[in-house]
């Protein structure tokens, strides 16, 4: 077996900490009884996937969620609702990528839109003082709104593999979605399903010393 050469992050719930159930939360208390119907509707129309792809603008966005609410909501809850998901992302993981990234090239793989890429940024430069995120920590950042495609399309592994120059077999790929790990095993991507329980640092020198022994 090839030895590791690079190291493929997604980024929410492996990198940085979410809370997956808020915005419905946050939502639900805003629309009340409607919020099944709400959801329902914008999950038909595929706002969510568009909006992840770069297929609708934010503005445009926002008013999909406005249409779909009949119009209750204002702009300013919506944003603040759809941003709720964010915990963090603590120090010791940015230290994990600087030191990764002595040995082995580092990506980010991201299925985000530009609502949450805003926040990110904001708050790496409030919380961590950085504003040199994507350039000072990884090789290449790939994030789903801007290159148009989607975790678990096949097509966005093939766009990293090729744009990056990767070899499949030499490359381990963390994800908190069993269904983009397997998307990614299809193509020969070491695939590794990440749990938010277990802290990544951990998981990865766990997975790194593991392909270690194997290919010794």
Request: charged letters at 25%.
């Amino acid at each position: 077996m090839p030895a590791i050469q690079n190291i493929i992050f997604d980024f929410g719930n492996v990198l940085f900490d979410l809370d997956l159930d808020s915005i419905g939360r946050q939502m639900s208390s805003l629309v009340g009884d409607r919020y099944e119907q709400v959801h329902q509707r914008l999950q038909h129309d595929k706002v969510f996937e568009l909006y992840e792809t770069g297929g609708l603008s934010t503005e445009e966005f926002i008013d999909a969620i406005r249409h779909a609410g009949e119009g209750t909501l204002s702009a300013e809850q919506i944003v603040a609702a759809w941003n709720s998901i964010f915990i963090g992302m603590p120090r010791a993981r940015f230290d994990l990528l600087l030191q990764l990234r002595q040995q082995y090239q580092v990506f980010l793989l991201s299925n985000i839109n530009a609502l949450h890429a805003d926040w990110i940024d904001a708050y790496l430069l409030r919380e961590h003082g950085i504003t040199d995120f994507q350039s000072r920590y990884f090789d290449g950042v790939y994030y789903s709104h801007l290159i148009r495609l989607r975790k678990p399309e096949r097509e966005i592994y093939e766009y990293v593999l090729a744009d990056a120059e990767l070899v499949p077999g030499q490359t381990l790929f963390f994800d908190d979605l069993e269904a983009n790990v397997e998307a990614a095993r299809r193509l020969g991507i070491l695939g590794i399903r990440h749990d938010p329980k277990q802290e990544i640092a951990e998981h990865v020198w766990q997975a790194l010393q593991r392909q270690t022994t194997e290919a010794g």
